[in-house]
């Protein structure tokens, strides 16, 4: 079974920085691109980045929204998703999820981990 | 970034009637477009990808249609678990973007 476990929210000021991970089960992690996906309460996703699989290089992609403030990297030993997150915002406020997409879609999501960004 | 507009951003039907959810790109997609369903305490399910390909375990009364700029979701005679939030997704180019969201609520 296909499991994803984000953790790591929490309560931060702005300007602080914070790491988020999602450990993955039940698959062979290294075939997966892996992506982060946030939502605002009460609104819509906003995809923010994904990781290709180790046939791709583990290369990295972002939304411009956030690309030089987010960065996404894996550890493939111990099948770990992580997103570091600097310099946030009020506006970087949301849930955040992980999942597993290899085409563009999303067949498989974490549960989220929430991120309040205040003073 | 192409520009993802859900419409209606609410409906009301009833048991046993069927609805439609629209989904209109900014640009060209062609069939790369995805719907979810959100429901409370439950983590995102992928309906349909590719415009109208049926996700494993999606039932047959969902359906998707369309290409280019313009796509459908539809749901034939509703049944009480299919009362929540849809999204669409774009997944022809990056940034992935999704639709603004459509609530199906119980009339």
């Known amino acids: 079974e296909v499991k994803l476990l984000e953790s790591g929210g929490g309560l931060v000021q702005p300007g602080g920085s914070l790491r988020l991970s999602c450990a993955a089960s039940?698959?062979?992690?290294?075939?997966?691109?892996m992506s982060w996906i946030r939502q605002p309460p009460g609104k819509a996703p906003e995809w923010l980045g994904v990781i290709r699989n180790k046939a791709n290089g583990y290369t990295t992609e972002y939304n411009p929204s956030v690309k030089g403030r987010f960065t996404i990297s894996r550890d493939n030993t111990q099948n770990i998703l992580y997103l570091q997150m600097n310099t946030l915002r009020a506006e970087d406020t949301a849930i955040y999820y992980c999942?597993?997409?290899?085409?563009?879609?999303?067949?498989?999501w974490g549960q989220g981990t929430l991120v309040t960004v205040s003073s | 970034d192409v520009q993802m507009t859900q419409s209606p951003s609410y409906l009301a039907a009833s048991p046993g009637e069927s609805v439609s959810i629209s989904c209109k790109a900014s640009k060209s997609i062609n069939t790369y477009l995805a719907w979810y369903q959100e429901k409370p305490g439950k983590t995102n399910k992928l309906l349909i990808y590719?415009?109208?390909t049926l996700q494993s375990g999606t039932p047959s009364r969902f359906s998707g249609s369309g290409s280019g700029t313009d796509f459908t979701l539809t749901i034939r005679s509703l049944e009480p678990e299919d009362f929540a939030v849809y999204y669409c997704q774009q997944h022809n180019e990056y940034p992935l973007t999704f639709g603004s969201g459509t609530k199906l609520e119980i009339k």
């Open positions: 590719s415009g109208s």
């Open positions: 039940g698959f062979t992690f290294t075939d997966f691109y």
């Open positions: 999942a597993r997409g290899h085409s563009g879609w999303f067949a498989y």
